[in-house]
């Protein structure tokens, strides 16, 4: 295997491509969701899923970190092949999933949810550094999962996987349910994580608000990406949108 702090200076240098995926396709028992998914991110981009319920944003993401046990295509993360890799191996790699159901441990405190994953590269976020993110979570250091607002659940996710090492972040609708206060927290977020050099996977439905954070857009519908423009593109693609997404 090539060096991977090597691979990844030369993915980062000139803005390259960090994730490659080309005609990937993915299952669910016999449920064939994904047909033929292809695109890129780039070096310190957030790129973003959009599409309707049931377009296959959320299976192209576990897809990418090995959770979906039947895929074929090509998954390439800094130049390596990593399409059958098993998902601790992909972490190992630098990427991290935040899932839309959040997956916090409802019985542990907001510190014991921090400390649990473990560390797998060097390079992750202090605890301090967490906190100066989400100062919330430092007053609720203490509380239980439980006892947690729809938000101060979703900083904890994000959070979380801030300590791990990984520099590569997918979060998969992390606004849906949130109120506007919050909503706007969670991109102030994502603009900081970007400015510190994190390259960011989003999927989103609310349009509105990948709008503010996003640097290029795909479009995915019935398992595949039909569309794809930067966002200095659009104005010009809103009648498409629309189209696409209805809003």
């Not at 996977?201 to 349009?207: D, I, K, P, S, W």
């Not at 509105?208 to 930067?230: C, L, M, N, P």
């Amino acid at each position: 295997m090539p060096d991977l702090k090597m691979a990844e200076a030369t993915a980062k240098s000139a803005g390259a491509e960090v994730l490659s995926v080309s005609e990937l396709q993915a299952w669910y028992g016999e449920s064939h969701i994904l047909h033929g998914v292809n695109f890129n991110v780039k070096a310190g981009e957030v790129v973003t899923l959009l599409g309707r319920n049931g377009a296959g944003k959320t299976t192209t993401l576990k897809s990418v970190m090995g959770i979906i046990g039947k895929r074929t295509g090509s998954i390439r993360f800094n130049g390596q092949d990593i399409t059958r890799a098993s998902s601790d191996r992909i972490a190992r790699q630098g990427i991290a999933f935040c899932p839309e159901e959040r997956g916090i441990f409802a019985s542990l405190d907001v510190r014991e949810n921090l400390l649990l994953p473990p560390v797998v590269r060097s390079g992750g976020l202090s605890l301090d550094q967490i906190f100066e993110l989400f100062p919330n979570l430092k007053e609720r250091l203490n509380s239980q999962g439980t006892k947690l607002s729809g938000g101060e659940q979703q900083m904890l996710a994000i959070a979380r996987i801030l300590r791990t090492g990984a520099r590569f972040l997918m979060l998969d609708e992390p606004t849906e349910g949130l109120a506007p206060v919050i909503i706007q927290q969670i991109g102030h977020t994502i603009a900081r994580l970007k400015s510190e050099g994190f390259t960011i996977l989003l999927v989103e439905q609310n349009f509105r608000f990948a709008s503010t954070v996003a640097d290029r857009y795909y479009i995915v519908e019935h398992g595949k990406v039909i569309d794809g423009f930067a966002n200095s593109e659009l104005s010009a693609n809103m009648d498409k949108l629309h189209t696409y997404l209805g809003v």
